[in-house]
């Protein structure tokens, strides 16, 4: 059996790979690897404190503390647990911020996952019987920049557009690059939108549903304004296909629902399950990309990756999850 690493564990996408992982019984344990900066829910008089629902239970789980920009820690953990797949999902993920602190968003992103590729390296050269699976560098729709068409592909031209598109496009580049030059596979996950239990970085997707529990007005900035939301547990399904399978090596894939939507229609679909939620149509904030669909032909035909939930069932899921936690 497996022992399976991740950075940023404690975090939405993290914690719910893990989730499914030892759910699927596709590893023994997961050593989830965090600093503990983004666990904490920041919403005053909001939802719960998330740390109670993050996992069921915590067998075979175990959580070291750790910054990945702290070399020297990140190498011990990875000598003392010889994980054979490594997630990389630590990372500053909110664009906001990271066109903010340029600086923090380049350690997190690109320095973090300089240092973890080459703990892994260090650890091959001095455990002969060490073998690394796979490590899959999760990246983000943002390289993309503005989509020139409706739909992009894995392929499509990269032109991010502000500071956290940028830092995952150069964390892409620094895992190519290094894991070829140290023969360590890798696969590339290129993620969208997404939302369901767990997610507390208040984006678009969560402050709609926010707004709506707690009756205040939804402000939809572009009202064709269209992303391609996908639900959690796609995500996680697809990622983990992508890091088992053997056609998931030295790749880069579009994980996501394979449908971009617009903002209006996901209101709408809000408005089925809260009939006296209020929105106002404003002009499209111009300082982010215009997006749309991340194709999601290449997994289906590499991976036979299928995404299971459309947007309706989704929301549905995450609407129940939030009404019991709220
Ligand atoms: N959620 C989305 O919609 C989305 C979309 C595209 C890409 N992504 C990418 O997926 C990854 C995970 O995103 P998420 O939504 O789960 O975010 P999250 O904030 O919920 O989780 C990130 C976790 O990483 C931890 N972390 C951050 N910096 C760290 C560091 N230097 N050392 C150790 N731990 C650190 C945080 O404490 C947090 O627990 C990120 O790389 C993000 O860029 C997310």
Redesign the pocket.
């Known amino acids: 059996m497996k022992t399976t690493l991740i950075?940023?564990g404690?975090?939405?996408?993290?914690s719910s790979i893990c989730e499914a992982l030892l759910q699927k019984k596709f590893t023994d344990k997961c050593i989830l690897?965090?600093?503990?900066?983004?666990?904490m829910n920041p919403i005053k008089d909001g939802f719960k404190d998330f740390r109670k629902q993050r996992f069921p239970s915590l067998k075979n789980i175990i959580i070291e503390r750790?910054?990945?920009?702290n070399y020297k820690a990140l190498s011990s953990i990875l000598s003392k647990y010889k994980p054979n797949y490594v997630y990389h999902?630590?990372?500053?993920?909110l664009a906001k911020v990271s066109n903010l602190n340029n600086e923090e968003a380049k350690i997190?992103s690109v320095d973090?996952t300089v240092n973890i590729i080459d703990a892994i390296n260090l650890l091959k050269n001095s455990d002969k019987k060490y073998q690394i699976d796979r490590f899959i560098y999760?990246?983000?729709?943002m390289i993309y920049g503005d989509f020139k068409k409706s739909s992009v592909t894995e392929e499509s031209k990269k032109n991010p557009k502000d500071a956290y598109g940028i830092m995952?496009l150069a964390g892409e580049v620094v895992t190519e690059g290094l894991c070829k030059l140290h023969n360590i596979p890798y696969t590339i996950i290129r993620?969208?939108?997404?939302y369901g239990p767990k997610?507390?970085?208040r984006?678009v997707s969560q402050i709609f549903i926010e707004n709506a529990f707690k009756k205040k007005e939804i402000l939809i900035q572009g009202k064709n304004e269209k992303l391609d939301f996908t639900y959690i547990k796609d995500l996680a399904n697809g990622s983990i296909i992508a890091a088992r399978s053997k056609k998931g090596a030295n790749e880069i894939f579009n994980i996501t629902c394979g449908k971009g939507q617009t903002l209006y229609s996901y209101v709408n679909y809000l408005k089925s399950e809260f009939p006296k939620l209020k929105y106002v149509i404003k002009k499209r904030d111009k300082t982010k990309p215009s997006r749309g669909t991340l194709s999601i032909k290449k997994a289906k035909k590499l991976l036979g990756y299928k995404p299971k939930y459309s947007l309706k069932d989704g929301l549905r899921e995450y609407i129940k999850f939030l009404k019991k936690n709220y």
């Open positions: 950075t940023g404690l975090g939405f996408i993290g690897v965090d600093n503990f900066g983004g666990y750790c910054d990945t920009s999902t630590a990372a500053l993920p997190s973090s999760f990246s983000s729709s995952k993620p969208s939108a997404v997610d507390m970085n984006r």
